[in-house]
């Protein structure tokens, strides 16, 4: 599959409507677009058009088992993708859209893809806080499933530039909107029984659902778990936003601890003649001896950590990197979404001192 990949430069502030047209032209058509979002950069399709998903699939050398969220423009959307939503459903929605919250539900039948839901009875849905996105979206007229766009299992994509190297020759555009704001992909959470789950964390943390749902229980994933045979959101099955080189990720009750044990595992590996690097923090940067450190923030700040991981996991690529060390850090707030990710991108090497 190889074609001829559009790249539109756009405001976020001003987006050029005739480049949106352009781009949501392509989307009724039944093509593939990238564009931003407030967490990662997406790839879109009709989500209604089984061939145009199959693309996204084929793009991303994604398995047909992984199901796909749906973005919409306006909630008036959901009437006709699934059934009505119960009241507590509408309170996480008045409470967290648009934004980076993605809602399971119960899809009607026929209206979309079935390979969008990966033969679930439901559906992910956002609505999604950039305005690029929610332009995009809404001048296509058409519901937009988009996982991250990248070739899958590699981190995902924080820029258009990121999007151009994994993608080009693989889909028909890309809208350039600049750096995605929040890093990390969408929370995704389902209803069930009387609690609320949380199956993916992500930009919106556990503590602001249960501000937002008092009285309702908020379920977390457990920090290790054996894979789903159906999973029920993305990002709960496989090896996920990996850099090309092996990762090990330590994690301890102190950092003299964990330092030391990274600092081992770096002298064994350039030992063995290997190219090392560290994936730590702005605190942390001036203590360990490798050929690449690269902090993706700092951890009293969280946020910076969550927004600079993707294109950290990159830079190692991009310098050559085979064996990298990642420093954990602590689970609360976005914590959880940050180890989610690193866990998946160690592929479960992990080490605790």
Request: hydrophobic share 45%.
């Amino acid at each position: 599959m190889t074609t001829e990949t559009k790249v539109w430069k756009v405001s976020a502030e001003a987006p050029s409507r005739e480049a949106l047209l352009e781009a949501a032209a392509l989307l009724r058509n039944g093509r593939t677009v990238a564009f931003p979002t407030e967490t990662v950069y997406g790839l879109g399709a009709d989500a209604r058009n089984t061939e145009a998903v199959a693309d996204i699939f084929a793009a991303k050398g994604r398995p047909s088992d992984n199901p796909l969220i749906v973005h919409i423009a306006d909630r008036s959307q959901l009437e006709e993708l699934v059934a009505p939503p119960e009241e507590a459903v509408l309170r996480l929605l008045d409470a967290f859209w648009p934004g980076p919250l993605t809602v399971v539900l119960p899809v009607k039948p026929g209206a979309l893809s079935p390979l969008v839901t990966a033969g679930l009875s439901t559906v992910g849905l956002r609505m999604p806080g950039h305005p690029v996105a929610l332009a995009l979206i809404a001048a296509s007229g058409c519901p937009v499933a988009a996982p991250s766009a990248n070739r899958s299992g590699r981190p995902s994509p924080t820029s258009a530039s990121h999007v151009l190297g994994d993608l080009a020759g693989r889909i028909a555009g890309i809208v350039d909107g600049g750096e995605a704001g929040v890093g990390l992909e969408s929370t995704v959470v389902e209803f069930a029984g009387d609690a609320l789950y949380i199956l993916r964390p992500g930009g919106v943390t556990a503590g602001q659902l249960r501000e937002a749902l008092p009285g309702i229980p908020v379920i977390e994933p457990q920090a290790e778990h054996r894979e789903p045979d159906a999973p029920r959101a993305p990002g709960m099955k496989y090896a996920h936003y990996a850099p090309r080189g092996t990762m090990v990720l330590v994690q301890g009750a102190s950092d003299e601890l964990v330092h030391a044990c990274m600092q081992r595992e770096l002298d064994e590996a350039r030992a063995r003649g290997e190219r090392t690097g560290v994936l730590t923090y702005a605190e942390h940067a001036d203590r360990f001896r490798a050929d690449h450190v690269v902090p993706c923030g700092r951890l009293d700040a969280l946020e910076t950590v969550a927004h600079g991981l993707y294109a950290a996991l990159r830079e190692f690529d991009e310098a050559g990197v085979g064996f990298i060390v990642a420093e954990a850090c602590p689970e609360e707030g976005l914590g959880a979404a940050i180890m989610n990710r690193l866990r998946k991108a160690a592929g479960g090497r992990i080490l605790t001192v």
